[in-house]
């Protein structure tokens, strides 16, 4: 059965500072995604950024971007330029790529933005 | 487009009583699931749905049940509530192998 991990279930960044955040998946899949989803307080689950396992270049959507090591079965999500809205649960999940996959997700860590 | 919506955003129920969530999306999508998320966990799957008519078990489908009658609708229906269904649920649906969630549902049972 496939696993995801997230070590740190808190972090915490000054304003405008970067931050690194871990995960590790366990898979003998060989063709997966990866996505990091952030939720709020609002509970809105909102997706970050997404990775497919067959790229070897690092997904980048704008001050986000990771650090996908698949031989390591990890993926770190970066935030640059931190910002107060940035302040949410963060979760790393991982789906097969087949069909009605559904995703598995690790179990958080909470971001804290200090200003 | 609204995107997924969910119907009603919070519930309390009382133990035994019975409800059904409904989840609508405007988008065309085939694929649909409902997930649950306890405090200090991530979201766990329940029930999922490959297309109109068709229903499949997650990983803690017991004491659930869905229907999936029209493509843009699926509902989680609740027979008997216990307190350990107590939780937030999220219904999503799928495009090209992302899931797009909904706000979620608040629900206690009491």
């Known amino acids: 059965a496939q696993t995801v991990t997230q070590s740190q279930p808190e972090m915490s960044v000054q304003e405008a500072e970067t931050v690194t955040l871990s995960c590790t998946y366990d898979?003998?899949?060989?063709?997966?995604?990866l996505f990091w989803y952030k939720q709020p307080p609002s509970r809105q689950m909102i997706l970050v950024i997404r990775q497919e396992a067959y790229k070897q270049q690092n997904a980048t959507e704008n001050r986000f971007s990771v650090n996908f090591q698949k031989a390591a079965k990890s993926f770190s999500l970066k935030i640059s330029d931190s910002q107060l809205g940035d302040a949410a649960m963060y979760f790393c999940?991982?789906?097969?790529?087949?069909?009605?996959?559904?995703?598995?997700f690790g179990e958080g860590t909470q971001l804290t933005v200090n200003p | 487009n609204a995107g997924v919506t969910q119907t009603p955003k919070f519930r309390v129920l009382k133990t035994g009583q019975s409800m059904t969530l409904l989840c609508a999306q405007d988008?065309?999508?085939?694929?649909m699931y409902w997930y649950r998320q306890d405090p200090g966990m991530g979201l766990r799957l329940i029930h999922y749905s490959v297309g109109e008519g068709t229903t499949a078990k997650g990983e803690v489908p017991d004491g659930y049940n869905v229907s999936r009658l029209k493509k843009q609708n699926f509902l989680l229906g609740l027979e008997s509530a216990a307190p350990s269904q107590t939780s937030v649920y999220f219904c999503?649906?799928?495009?090209?192998?992302?899931?797009?969630f909904g706000p979620g549902t608040r629900l206690t049972v009491l």
């Open positions: 999940a991982y789906t097969r790529r087949t069909s009605g996959s559904r995703l598995t």
């Open positions: 898979t003998s899949e060989s063709d997966y995604y």
């Open positions: 988008m065309n999508h085939e694929y």
């Open positions: 999503a649906s799928r495009f090209a192998d992302t899931q797009y």
